[in-house]
């Protein structure tokens, strides 16, 4: 049998031999995360072939893609035109930040359970490139690519692989120069909006209430203004765009 780390993306043969009927754990060698996995009745675990496609990146969601096209290209051709521009007038190479008149387009991780189809939506009218995990080592593996800004989570993603906690694992063995590129966002029954203090006492970025999703977007954009806000000049000194 064999298991794919959602960590470290590893591969791992496992005796068939040596391993219980049902869910079992497993310790990666790699990098010692607690892996999880299952073994049918029959006494048989997934194929080679079936945890190569369960390992496939998050997939994007079909609808949106032609927008967030279409709304990236818009965004580097304006950056790009007014970059120009001030060159030619004051001699700097590039603009203030504060001067940005364009919303940038992002790309969104979605690591939901129940909710998901009604983000996705959301997400998706509103201009963002969406990906849709269905474990969290398709979530690693979109992640590993390096291009998600956004990471949108519940308690109830992934529940059998304990989804939700592999991924706040994840984010809390992350070097800072590493978390501060990803904003990490959960959804929860209990939880009160934009409650600053939670969210950084569960190293997360934001909290939203299930309750709120209908205005999610708007509570994202506010979100992500005030953190581009706080990490400005070190952005500008190290030379990077905001999220």
């Not at 694992?169 to 939670?198: V, W």
């Amino acid at each position: 049998m064999i298991i794919r780390c959602d960590n470290c993306s590893v591969s791992l043969q496992l005796d068939e031999s040596k391993i219980p009927t049902g869910n079992f754990t497993v310790r990666c060698p790699r990098c010692q995360n607690m892996l999880r996995a299952n073994r049918d009745l029959k006494g048989t675990g997934s194929s080679t072939v079936q945890q190569l496609e369960a390992n496939k990146p998050a997939p994007a969601a079909v609808q949106g893609s032609g927008q967030f096209a279409e709304k990236n290209s818009e965004f580097q051709i304006n950056n790009a035109m007014r970059s120009l521009l001030s060159a030619l007038q004051t001699g700097k190479a590039t603009l203030e930040s504060d001067d940005e008149k364009f919303e940038k387009p992002r790309r969104a991780l979605l690591c939901l359970g129940e909710k998901k189809d009604e983000v996705a939506k959301l997400l998706t009218e509103n201009g963002y490139r969406v990906y849709i995990a269905q474990t969290p080592a398709q979530a690693n593996e979109r992640l590993r690519e390096g291009k998600t800004e956004l990471v949108i989570f519940s308690p109830d993603f992934a529940a059998e692989f304990g989804g939700a906690a592999i991924l706040q694992q994840k984010a809390n063995a992350m070097y800072s120069s590493e978390r501060r590129r990803l904003f990490l966002i959960s959804i929860e029954d209990g939880g009160t909006t934009m409650n600053a203090h939670d969210a950084f006492l569960r190293n997360l970025n934001l909290v939203v209430n299930t309750s709120d999703i209908p205005q999610l977007p708007l509570i994202l954009n506010r979100a992500m203004l005030d953190f581009n806000d706080l990490y400005h000049y070190l952005n500008r000194g190290l030379g990077l765009e905001p999220l």
